[in-house]
C-alpha cells in the first residue's frame, strides 16, 4: 500500500510518501503563506526521491484543520482532485492529532492570531476532550493543573519549542485516520470560538 499524507495547515508544508508502514520520502518545510507555490515542487522530488509516480499512490491522508483558512484548503483541493480522479480513497486526521502524534498525554496547540490558540490534549493519538480555540490565558489555566508536554506554538506560552517530525507522525497515525466516504462534500474543519474567550 502506497500512501501520500500532506498537510498544509499551519506554518509548516508537511509531504510523506508511506508504503507498508515505511517512509520512503518527506518533505518538512516552514514556509508561512508559501505552500501553495511549494507543494507541487517538492511533491514532485519527493516522488522522485522514492521512485513514485502519481498512477502509484493507493491512498491520500491529509489533515484538514483545524488551522489557516486558505492553508488547509491547499492540501485537501489536491488530494480531491487527485482522488476523485484516480478513484482511491481519502482520509483524513485533525492537525492538532497529527502535531501529538501516539505520544502519552501531550497538549498541543497552534496559533490562532489575537492572543489565540487551537488547542487540545491529545493521549496516544486520541483526543482527551474537545479541540478548541480559545485565549492564550485560557490555556495557561487548562494546563497549569497538569503540566503535561506541549508541542506546537509552545513559544506562545513562553515555553521552548520541540523539534517533532509530523512525517512520522503521519505514519504512525494511519490507522487512526477517518475514511471519507464522499470526497466531494468534505470541508476543511473551522473551530469557532467560545463566546466567553472572544478577545473584546
Known sequence: MKTLCMDSAHKHLVIALIENGQIKAACEKECWKRQSETLFPELMNCFQSAGWSVDDIDEVVISDGPGSYTGVRIAMSVAKVLCSTKNIPLSCISTLQLYAGLSEHTYVLLD????????????LGKPIGDEIVTTLDEIVNRISAKPYRVVGDADLLQREKENISLAENFCALLPYARKI????????????????????
Open 112 to 123: 490562532a492570531r489575537s492572543k489565540r490558540a487551537y488547542f487540545a490534549h491529545y493521549h
Open 181 to 200: 466516504d464522499n470526497i466531494h462534500s468534505l470541508t476543511p474543519r473551522y473551530l469557532k470560538d467560545n463566546d466567553a474567550y472572544k478577545v473584546k
